[in-house]
């Protein structure tokens, strides 16, 4: 038997305020997105922006739906706008902000497994890592190089040949 441990690197910004001029402008849009998100049965709102390699800014936002779960999260939302708007340009960082009108949303959201697994896809697909930062909708911001970092066991095409 062998044991391994995996690790990864993550930063940690005690606000929004502590960020990079690039990763600011991409959360302050992931915090505008997510106030037009469609959540009217769990009042958690989340907005995600993706910046790509030609400098757009995709953003999207979760939808909810009275039959459950077909609705979508706010990442793959847009995660699938730019890959159908811009199908074959690098997504290089996303940012991720959720809150609730039910309580005050004091840490990082992260992804869901489903939105882990399609980022993945992306990541694969465009042999780059996309960086990823999360925050609630006050307190710290959290930064890691890559979904990989958060989900490094992932199910690929490398499966599928």
Known sequence: MEKKNIAFELEIYESI?????????????????????????????????????????????????????????????????????????????IAISATSKNYEVDKPAAPCGNCRQSISEYEVKQKQPIQLLMMGAVGEVLKCN????????????????
């Not at 800014?57 to 009275?66: K, S």
């Not at 890559?146 to 040949?161: E, Y």
């Open 17 to 93: 305020d502590e960020l990079h001029e690039v990763d600011l402008k991409l959360m302050i849009a992931a915090v505008e997105a997510r106030k037009n998100a469609y959540a009217p049965y769990s009042n958690f709102q989340v907005g995600a922006a993706l910046l790509l390699e030609n400098g757009e800014v995709v953003i999207g936002n979760n939808q909810e739906n009275a039959s459950y779960p077909s609705g979508l999260c706010a990442e793959r939302v847009a995660i699938f706008q730019a890959g159908a708007k811009y199908p074959n340009v690098i997504i290089k960082s």
């Open 146 to 161: 890559s979904i990989g970092d958060i989900l490094p066991l992932a199910f690929t095409n490398s499966f599928l040949q």
